[in-house]
């Protein structure tokens, strides 16, 4: 339960687009919260983008860094988490984690979240 994996990393040149995908195992995803965190060399985690389920109000929130260029979204008959990310910078580039916290809403506190995927690599060429 709550085995988390992430894929759709990859390179991409400054300005497209890739789009990141997130299954979790016995994970209900209409009581959780859904997170994507990144880690770049030398730098903390940091929190990118967090999704309630509908018994936390179905709300989202977005770092201000990537206001506007990046769409987290559930599919829940899948059921999978998405991080849709446009107009990639160099500065975006770092590892991405999808994070799980069952039974309670989003927080941009790393360690609220117990279930974690191993990362996918987003490089992105100035």
């Known amino acids: 339960q709550g085995q988390v994996t992430e894929s759709g990393g990859g390179v991409v040149q400054t300005g497209g687009s890739l789009r990141l995908s997130c299954t979790a195992s016995?994970?209900?995803?209409?009581?959780?919260?859904m997170g994507w965190f990144r880690q770049a060399p030398g730098k903390a985690r940091e929190g990118v983008a967090c999704?309630?389920?509908?018994?936390?109000?179905?709300?989202?929130f977005y770092a201000d860094s990537v206001q506007g260029r990046f769409i987290i979204s559930t599919d829940n008959a899948k059921p999978t988490l998405y991080l849709q990310m446009n107009d990639l910078k160099p500065e975006d580039t770092a590892v991405y984690y999808c994070?799980?916290?069952?039974?309670?809403?989003?927080?941009?506190?790393?360690?609220?979240?117990?279930?974690w995927g191993p990362g996918t690599q987003v490089t992105v060429s100035s």
């Open positions: 994070a799980a916290r069952m039974g309670a809403p989003c927080t941009s506190v790393g360690p609220a979240y117990p279930h």
């Open positions: 016995g994970v209900d995803f209409d009581d959780v919260a």
């Open positions: 999704i309630n389920g509908k018994a936390h109000g179905g709300s989202y």
